[in-house]
């Protein structure tokens, strides 16, 4: 498996422009999270889902934020208006949640850059 | 809700040398898990130790050993014989263990440089 994937690598937008971030699970897997990285406040988790469903989306900065999961392969994080301070690291993991025993995988992440 | 504290924002040491990273965390919860990982400066994120709250032994992965201190809720990483491949962010992560949810909750981390 060619592990979860994340695109672009890099996205350097301006102020007010709409962004959006994509990740493709590991296939198999029915837990996707969207977690975000500031030197500040460090891996913040924004939202997760099971099996398709948003479960938890409390980290959600704000209603300019907002993530989906159309299917079990593909999820989409989603800024609109953008804004300086949401520049950051915003990483996806999946994992295959049967049991506590669970490992996460990290995608290699979406560096944001908005001007 | 359960939160995780890195207090040390940057460490050092040389190569060769012994390294402890200090992670506190809160929780009202009696079983949860606790995890190191690590992140080279390639973004990837490492899984370097994982330690289950109901085992009273430390987990050891080869020169990485950590003290769990349940009682203090501490958590703190060991790195012996550091390498220059060690220089990375470390990050501390708890998860609870109840089944009701699956997420890692991540401390700030602490930014490890290893001095030749």
């Known amino acids: 498996d060619a592990g979860v994937i994340q695109s672009p690598r890099h996205e350097v937008t301006e102020m007010g422009q709409e962004v959006t971030l994509r990740c493709k699970p590991i296939?198999?897997?029915?837990?996707l999270f969207w977690y975000r990285q500031t030197m500040m406040r460090g891996l913040e988790l924004l939202i997760y889902?099971?099996?398709?469903?948003?479960?938890?989306d409390s980290g959600m900065p704000e209603d300019r934020f907002s993530a989906k999961m159309p299917n079990a392969s593909f999820s989409t994080l989603k800024i609109q208006p953008s804004e300086p301070r949401d520049s950051a690291v915003y990483f996806c993991a999946s994992s295959f949640r049967r049991t506590t025993n669970e490992k996460l995988f990290f995608g290699s992440g979406t560096q944001l850059s908005v001007l | 809700a359960q939160t995780v504290t890195q207090s040390q924002p940057e460490m050092s040491v040389q190569e060769a040398e012994t390294v402890t990273l200090s992670c506190t965390y809160d929780?009202?919860?009696?079983?949860?898990?606790l995890f190191w990982y690590k992140q080279p400066p390639s973004r990837q994120m490492i899984l370097v130790i994982r330690q289950e709250a109901y085992k009273q032994q430390n987990a050891t992965e080869n020169r990485f050993s950590v003290n769990f201190q349940k009682a203090a809720k501490s958590f703190s990483l060991k790195i012996s014989d550091s390498q220059l491949g060690d220089a990375a962010m470390y990050f501390c992560?708890?998860?609870?263990?109840?089944?009701?949810?699956?997420?890692?909750?991540f401390g700030t981390g602490t930014l490890l440089a290893v001095q030749p």
């Open positions: 929780t009202s919860e009696s079983d949860y898990y």
């Open positions: 296939s198999g897997h029915n837990s």
């Open positions: 992560a708890y998860r609870s263990a109840d089944g009701a949810t699956n997420k890692l909750i």
């Open positions: 889902f099971n099996n398709n469903v948003p479960i938890d």
